[in-house]
């Protein structure tokens, strides 16, 4: 078959004439039959025969229309944070033995991943004070998933208690674990001035049919549970397990979840060394304490071990998936984990340690409280909404100003500031957004922040 010399083999007429052929066909058209015509694209908007520094050039040109984190002060939190990674992470994640296509799962993984996987369970352990970590899940929302199902699990019951100011992605990630599993969720009351959790009402809800209670702190509205030892102990006084979430970052300055009495300890591990990326990947951390509990932990443990030679040697020591044992017994079929995150994560805490990462958060416990301070003395803005003690995110209500918050968002915007997320599915915050402020805003862009929020809402 002589197709001619051609760079790109199938692009002559005569080639495509001879596929055709072999596949009994008379036309492009006849191939493509079963697309719909209404999503087919005749043809690329690209011109043709250009070198590839002219396609750089273009390309670099279209992606210029983009605003990227680093063009503008982003003040937007909620589930994925804008944090600073150090060089040495990016150096070591893109090592060529590190980077795969498909997930290192199986027991034939590299010792050097295998090893990478334990520091990791190791430095969250060490990080969370809880007993055991796996090496990570897909999210911190299929890590809330998990914890549910794992506590119906252990304790036989049936309902499962979370916040009311919950994550809404995250509660309709935990609403498709938990209805197939015949688990039955119930928010619990908050206060409305201060918005820790109504003691009162959880020990309404806290009945012998309660298989867990899930807190988080910092809680998603960005304000820590300053009772989260007496909501553990009223969990665990009914027998449920008491499931605490976190965000990493804030564990250099506040009780860590085993301190707290968490049995389950659950976070997003975006925070550390992994970047912003609309939507992922993230990194669900999942820690757990007690060999009864240990068992039923979804996900992958990375051992130590010896070689029959006495040399070091790391495998996978638990695997409680549907892939590697009975369907009817697996702890968890869709436990995907993050192992190139994981690994991201593990160096970053190696780099920090305990002293960097405290260092890091009194910087973020300073910004944002000096964002906070500067909204609140604009008139008719309300920030932080709840009287509680925040870490690097907080609520900002507009309610007194008379505006409707997308057309102060959108005022933002045009002065070059992106505000926060707003919160349309709390009706009851009114006019309100989560703002965040971590160690990449510097005190000019807070302070800018400030001056363009006092000129929208003041009609500038």
Not at 79 to 86: D, M, Q
Not at 102 to 131: H, K, R
Not at 327 to 346: H, M, V
Request: glycine share 10%.
């Amino acid at each position: 078959m002589n197709w001619g010399r051609h760079l790109i083999p199938n692009s002559s007429p005569e080639a495509k004439t001879s596929m055709l052929k072999y596949l009994g066909m008379d036309s492009i058209e006849e191939l493509f039959k079963d697309i719909p015509e209404g999503v087919r694209m005749e043809e690329l908007d690209l011109p043709s025969g250009m070198s590839e520094l002219e396609v750089m050039d273009r390309v670099g040109e279209i992606l210029k229309r983009n605003t990227s984190l680093e063009d503008m002060p982003i003040f937007l939190g909620g589930g994925a944070w804008f944090h600073f990674v150090p060089a040495v992470v990016d150096e070591v994640v893109r090592r060529s033995e590190f980077l795969t296509a498909y997930t290192p799962y199986q027991p034939e993984a590299s010792q050097g991943m295998l090893q990478a996987l334990f520091e990791y369970q190791s430095l969250i352990c060490d990080l969370t004070e809880m007993e055991f970590s796996n090496c990570s899940l897909y999210d911190f929302s299929s890590a809330l998933g998990e914890a549910a199902r794992m506590a119906k699990r252990v304790t036989g019951r049936s309902k499962f208690l979370v916040p009311k100011f919950l994550n809404p992605q995250a509660m309709e990630v935990l609403s498709s674990y938990a209805e197939p599993a015949g688990i039955e969720i119930l928010r619990i009351e908050r206060d409305p001035i201060t918005g820790q959790i109504d003691l009162e009402d959880l020990k309404e809800k806290a009945t012998r049919d309660v298989a867990g209670v899930f807190i988080e702190n910092p809680a998603y509205l960005g304000f820590f549970e300053e009772e989260a030892e007496a909501i553990g102990e009223i969990a665990k006084g009914v027998g449920a397990l008491f499931i605490v979430g976190f965000d990493p970052i804030s564990l250099g300055i506040v009780k860590p979840p085993g301190a707290l009495g968490a049995d389950i300890a659950i976070g997003e591990g975006q925070p550390l060394g992994n970047y912003v990326n609309f939507g992922g990947p993230n990194l669900g951390i999942f820690a757990c304490n007690g060999l009864n509990l240990l068992r039923q932990m979804p996900g992958r443990i990375i051992g130590m071990t010896s070689t029959k030679e006495g040399e070091r040697a790391f495998c996978m020591a638990l695997q409680a998936r549907e892939q590697h044992i009975r369907r009817e017994g697996a702890t968890s079929n869709i436990c995907t984990n993050e192992a190139l995150c994981a690994l991201a994560a593990a160096v970053y805490l190696s780099l920090l340690g305990p002293e960097g990462l405290r260092r890091l958060c009194e910087t973020i416990l300073v910004r944002s409280r000096y964002c906070a301070k500067l909204l609140e003395d604009i008139e008719g803005v309300k920030a932080p909404l709840f009287e509680a003690s925040h870490f690097k995110e907080f609520v900002v209500n507009f309610d007194r100003t008379g505006m409707r918050l997308e057309k102060i968002h959108e005022g933002l915007l045009r002065k070059g500031v992106h505000g926060g997320r707003p919160l349309r599915e709390f009706p009851e915050l009114g006019e309100s957004a989560l703002y965040c402020v971590t160690e990449m805003h510097s005190k000019g862009d807070v302070e800018r922040l400030a001056k363009s929020l006092a000129e929208v809402v003041g009609g500038g």
